[in-house]
């Protein structure tokens, strides 16, 4: 293996970790991103770290700055507002297309992806169940079978997680993500244009209390 492909996996690595730390709020909206620090935690050159921040950067979870340091981006309520709008109409689509489209394979991989979610939601571990949520909608999203869709979809699916992905109650987003799948295993598309756009708004209400909370604590 040349130096350039370790370069390379490492870069997929640190931007995992990166990406995750600031979905999972380890990395607060705001703080500077350091590369030499970065580089010293993650054992790793500086280069895979630049690279990494470069696509957080195009990701939108991550803001350049030139001459200083690349910082965490701090969402407004517009932008919540924004996603959340373009969310919805997306999401019901995928959610939709999914129930008319799965088949048995599909839908043990969400059901295998739902099952570890409340395996995390049991063991009251946060960060575990909050990435098993975003695997749900991931899974989704294949089975929706919609190749556009899903280019669509990952232009901000990383700002989705951010914004929306940091439940506090596990057990009420297993919960619904139950309901979700029932409707999706029953291929019942009305009820999935009245469950998914719930779902959503309780996500966003939280996304906005959160927003509201650090402004607050800001002050």
Known sequence: MTGVEVAELESVRVTRLLRDDIVLGRRAPGSRLIERDIAAELNVSRLP?????????VEGIVVARPRTWAVVKEFTAQDVQDVAEVREAF???????????????????????????????????????RLAAGEFHTCV???????????????????????????????EMVAEHELLFAAVADRDVDLLGELVPQHLSRGRA???????ERTEFAV
């Open 49 to 57: 770290v630049r690279e990494a921040i470069r696509r957080l950067v």
């Open 91 to 129: 999401e019901t689509l995928t959610f939709q297309l999914a129930a008319q489209r799965h088949d048995a394979a599909g839908l043990a991989r969400l059901r295998a992806a739902l099952d570890r979610e409340t395996e995390s939601a049991r063991a009251g571990d946060l960060d575990s169940g």
């Open 141 to 171: 999203a294949d089975l929706a079978g919609n190749e556009m869709l899903s280019e669509m979809l990952q232009v901000f699916s990383t700002r989705l997680r951010w914004l929306f992905g940091q439940h506090d109650d596990l057990d």
């Open 206 to 212: 939280l996304a906005e209390r959160r927003l509201r």
